[in-house]
């Protein structure tokens, strides 16, 4: 979380990208005017003053350390362009990183930045990076948003070459299912390139900026839906050759070129998937693509993520094993055992044949040792289980005495384990979507009638994991403890409940998995879930992360689906 990442933060892009569909995507700096673009021409950008006008709107003077609403303390500035600025910041209230747009109140572009954050943050599609909040307030408009350090901007991951066939098949599915989504709710995105989409660990692309871009950019367009295919095909291309489909370069890519055209990615980069290609060619719209099979152009990322469904599947890469070395023969052989590889040269003759010996203790003298033997063992036998007999019959005298009721001071028996206090506690939501963070306190209550609980899900009772990778709650044990198992009471029961414990490095909600230890996991149908550590490890936070859910009925509030609730946790040493 200190490093700085700004691929959890839609920051306007200024590489010198060509626009896509007739220049849609550049910048201006006109100020209340727009850039309009309409077919293959461009509309005048404004008048100088309305240039002057969003130069000079400067926000007041930030630092580090201011809060925003006595709740978002800002960390660092990551963009200061066109009269606005965004920030790395945190949310003191739910404890999460989040990033933040900043405009005087006053900015030409403060009310349509506001408009199309609310409408973003209605969409509430996990595909796109979502909107948190969206407030004018002290002569200043901010846009709050997820911030997501665990992702990787699709610039970083194309800067390591192309992708594999699955891959860039994945890209254009989820990117054009997403925008499809978007357009039917009335929404563009106007500034789709590869520092806009960000990778998960999870190999689920996110789209960032959805309307908010081209908003605090001033970028309009009247044919928003070909202008977002076309810089899909972009994305694709890009993906397919690791090169910018203009002749320009851009996004860390090399440009294609000049006086060439626009050629399919299968003639630039030899092994490139024939149907991709044709596809990044018919989103480019390049009069009615490729030329062998005369597929219409697809116009509407709808039209773009039908044609990507009827491509024959692709599968993923094959995990690749390393071939052992070849079996080497060692000096230890028939003929050469012991022997310097000097004396094992000068013996060309084969090993004498050696003479099989008889059979062992065949003879008279053996045959009496065998009885002798035979006989010792029964007597050994036959003592052993005199001695056995007698120390259980002694035992069951002892326990029928009522003198000996009383356990000695001496005896074995094994502590319990004693309780652990838990000191503070919230909910853990790495994705930054949480379920009910105001409820975290009531799982270490001590009334097991109050409950934490998830939200319901289609799909269980292991969550899928393009969705939702799991729900959780952190605490915090004010200091290092050794931990030896935990008990978590569950509001649901049935098929199944999978629990596993990590040990965080803090009480943030937003810490990845990846940087956590893994403790101990359990599985359940009842409504306890008990964890056993293999051996007692020692941690100040754990996090309770659940990753399976029973199917519960609807009650009253919320409708059926797989979810949970947490009634009371504890830990014992």
Known sequence: ????????????????????????????????????????????????????????????????????????????????LDGFSSWRAVDEKLRRAVGVHILPADHPRARPVLSAARSSALLGDPRFVQVLDAVEENDLVYVVHEWLPDATELTTVLANGPLEPHDAYQL????????????????????????????????????????????????????????????IGALLYAALTQRWPYENDAHGLTGLPKGVGLIAPDQVRAGVHRGLSELAMRALINDGATASRQEQPCTTPEELAKAVAAVPRIRPPETSFTTPPPYQRTGFQQGSYRQSPGQAAQSPRATQPVATPPPPLQSRTGRALKWSVSALLIAALGLGSWQLADTLLKREKDQDDPSNSQPSSGGAKKPQGKPIKIVDGSEYYPDGQPQHANQA?????????????????????????????????????????????????????GDHTTVTLYAANSLSPSEPLSSMRKLGTGRTADSTAKVKLKQPEKARYVVVWLTAMPYAPGDGYTGAGYRQGVTEVSFTS
């Open 172 to 231: 254009v599915s989820q990117v054009s299912q997403a925008m499809a989504a978007a357009h039917r709710e009335g929404l563009s995105h106007l500034r789709i390139t590869p520092g806009s989409v960000l990778r998960t660990e999870s190999g689920q692309y996110r789209i960032r900026g959805l309307a908010v871009m081209a908003a605090l950019r001033g970028i309009t367009c009247e044919h928003p839906q070909r202008t977002d295919t076309e810089a």
């Open 1 to 80: 979380m200190a490093e700085r990442s700004t691929a959890a933060v839609d920051v306007a892009d200024t590489s010198g990208e060509e626009p896509l569909t007739a220049k849609a995507g550049k910048a201006t700096d006109d100020g209340a005017k727009a850039e309009k673009v309409s077919g293959g021409e461009k509309d005048a950008a404004g008048t100088d003053e309305e240039c002057a006008a969003a130069i000079e709107a400067e926000p007041p003077e930030l630092h580090s350390g201011h809060k925003l609403a006595r709740r978002y303390r800002l960390e660092e500035c990551v963009t200061r």
């Open 441 to 493: 306190q009531d799982t270490y209550d001590g009334n097991p009638s109050t409950y934490w609980g998830s939200k319901g899900y289609n799909e269980g009772p292991d969550l899928n994991p393009a969705f939702k990778k799991g729900v959780g709650l952190v605490y915090d044990l004010g200091s290092k403890q050794q931990i030896s198992g935990a008990s978590i009471g569950l509001h649901y029961t």
